[in-house]
């Protein structure tokens, strides 16, 4: 369980640091392409007005055209000189391909300050579908000659080829973006472990010393157990009432320390992921019935009634002796922590996909605040209460690793109008 935990953990921090790297490798590829993009477009934007200043000199001066034919063939660049109110074409050199035919549909987008310049894009013409793009950058400058500003000329660069070279670049730089991703991420989680490694020793070398520990205590505890219970049963001896109740005191311990050591080793099997496997089918409807009349005996002592409730033909795959004593760590506490004269439901029933088990008591009830903390190992709501009823605090933390050992789900809800609902759903089938 615990290796278990530390993969998990691992994956995390993989996940953490590959999504950070993704998003800044992502960042510095669009700030990259952007910057790259706007630099080209710039520098475009101010050759193409020194152009069309240059041509409309040459135009004053000596008459020649700005666009030479195979130019406004190709749709590379176009031109066209017009009087200053818009009224008397000039020159045309728009030529009578789809580009120049699109220019001339876009005249609104056309540039309206001198020097200026503007991207007009472009859809196909109509019945030509809109895959057909065209992207065009304009400039226009005044045609001035003899001191008179005779005309403004404007001139159509097609830059599709930037952006086709763009989107080529910016489609490359995504594909080394995933591969550093995809490295990035072994990197991450070969990194993840290598950090996580010493601390998943120590733990695990804790958790061995628990186990261990836990076990070397069974013997001796076990010949005190019975040293104590000869004590007690030994008629011939004479012992004083402090010595009878010493002998009593040492026994209660004893039992106490016993059951103690057992839940440390089982929740270290847990821990370690060396609790049994789930092969073999269990009569829940029997093991439930069973226990609830060895607790109905119990809480008997106490005047508590307790109301077993089984569904017929519940049958589960799991470890019968962690399940037995689920049912006895929750039945138990409902008992220990309930007043006298109350009463205590115990459900098992069948429902879509799952074994639901309910202990609902009439007891103290657990605030919400501590509803997730019980689950904690040695939390006790209210310790001298919990110890004077022989809690040791590692009971529900036990029941959560059985149910998780078969991958269930625990939870505290609280009972109306008093007391606790301990609810287990256990999946009758293991995927
Ligand atoms: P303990 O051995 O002390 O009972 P558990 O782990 O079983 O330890 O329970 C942890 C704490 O949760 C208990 O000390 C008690 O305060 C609280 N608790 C458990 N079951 C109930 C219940 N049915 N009603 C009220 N409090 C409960």
Redesign the pocket.
Known sequence: MWSKIFENLRRRMTCIYAGIFGVLILLIVFVAYTFVWWEIIDHERHELVATVYHEAEEWVDSGEEPCSAVSIHEGSMLAYFVTMDDKTEILNQLGDGPQGRALWRHRNDWPKKMDSTRIIRMHGEPGQGETVRYRYLAAVAPVVKNGETVGKLYMFENIEFYYTAAFKTLYKLLCIAVLFFVGACYFGYWLAGRNIKPISEMYGRQMQFTADASHEMRTPLAVMALATQGLREDEESKYSAFAQESIEMLQNETKRMSRLTEHLMALARGDEGTMPELKLAVDMTELCQRVGKQLALLAQEKDITLHTQVDGNLQLLGDEAALHRLLI?LLD??I???PEHTRIDFIASKTKNNLLLA?Q?Q????SDE?KEK??DRF????KA??RS?????????L?QAIVRQHHGSIKVLDNKPC??I?QVLLPLKIA
């Open positions: 760590i506490n409902a220990k922590y309930s202990v008591d007891g103290c009830g657990i501590d019980v689950f939390f006790r709501v209210d209460r919990s009823q022989g809690g040791l605090g590692l009971g529900l933390s029941a007391g606790t301990m």
